[in-house]
């Protein structure tokens, strides 16, 4: 009695993990034809710079800080493209034992931080000039969208992170 019950169990949690392994091969291959998250981030933040530069040519009171604000978020956008790329290159298998690519979702919170950061300078720019009220109201338009930007960079770390593995505990502890 106690042997068939061993076995069925083991049978269970061994289909469970087939399955798993499955689903996670062929969502990783259904991915492959789709559009990359960093390509599209990295295309969202260019449209936010080149507002952010006209913005820039037709004030120069304030141009300066935000021609500088916005060089160093399209630097960035580029890092972080090949950061999410990298995390969701991993493949299936590798993601079900051990998890998702815990340094590359590393780094992407560090450059979702270097946002945050840009942001502020922004809202400084914005609160501390004397602009006319178009160009108030544009900059407030750009913060906006660069605040949409690093939300979605912001989701897409947590679903990353949230994805099931068996050994990810593991390691995350050694990390």
Do not use: C, P
Not at 39 to 61: F, M, P, W, Y
Not at 86 to 93: K, P
Not at 98 to 122: P, Q
């Amino acid at each position: 009695m106690k042997k068939n019950l061993y076995f069925s169990l083991i049978s269970v949690v061994l289909l469970l993990v087939l399955s798993s392994v499955v689903y996670a091969e062929v969502s990783t291959s259904s991915e492959v034809g789709k559009s990359k998250n960093g390509d599209r981030h990295r295309s969202e933040v260019s449209k936010v710079v080149q507002e952010l530069n006209g913005i820039a040519d037709r004030d120069t009171s304030i141009g300066n800080e935000i021609r500088v604000v916005a060089q160093e978020q399209k630097d960035l956008a580029e890092k972080v493209k090949d950061q999410m790329n990298a995390v969701e290159t991993r493949g299936g298998f590798k993601t079900f034992l051990i998890g998702a690519d815990y340094k590359n979702l590393g780094v992407l919170r560090s450059e979702i931080v270097t946002t945050e950061n840009h942001l502020s300078r922004l809202n400084k720019v914005f609160l501390a000039s004397s602009t006319t009220r178009t160009t108030r109201i544009d900059v407030e338009k750009q913060i906006k969208e660069l605040s949409g930007v690093k939300t979605k960079a912001e989701a897409f770390v947590k679903s990353m992170e949230g994805k099931f593995s068996l050994f990810g505990w593991l390691v995350r502890m050694f990390q």
